[in-house]
């Protein structure tokens, strides 16, 4: 199934974003989510990750630990991510991907979708 990120755009140092990562053509709350990122010029690193419904254990990269926050909304069919006191290095393009447990790589979920960018900025 397709997934998409959402929600990104241009916020200075200190504020906050929302990510949604959304489905089509399946139900989320049956899969592990993970959040993903890619700088410019730098490889793609593993930020967040929530385990399916029955367990819904979260786990969080140091980097963002205490600031990223994700979440299920089991209405919307979507998984978002939180983000507060956003730093210029936060700045990437963001990836949900899917599959049956959390991987730290993204290439091991089943379903990835394209990205939606982050910039912050003053």
């Known amino acids: 199934f397709q997934l998409q990120a959402s929600g990104g755009g241009l916020v200075q140092p200190g504020g906050s974003m929302r990510l949604s990562c959304a489905a089509s053509?399946?139900?989320?709350?049956?899969?592990?989510i993970g959040w993903f990122r890619q700088a410019p010029g730098k490889e793609r690193e593993w930020v967040s990750c929530i385990s399916r419904s029955s367990d819904g254990s979260t786990s969080y990269a140091d980097s963002v630990k205490g600031r990223f926050t994700i979440s299920r909304d089991n209405a919307k069919n979507t998984v978002d991510l939180q983000m507060n006191r956003l730093k210029p290095e936060d700045t990437a393009v963001y990836f949900c991907?899917?599959?049956?447990?959390?991987?730290?790589?993204?290439?091991?979920?089943?379903?990835r979708g394209q990205g939606t960018l982050v910039t912050v900025s003053s």
């Open positions: 053509g399946s139900a989320l709350d049956y899969y592990a």
């Open positions: 991907a899917a599959g049956p447990v959390c991987y730290s790589d993204y290439v091991a979920f089943n379903s």
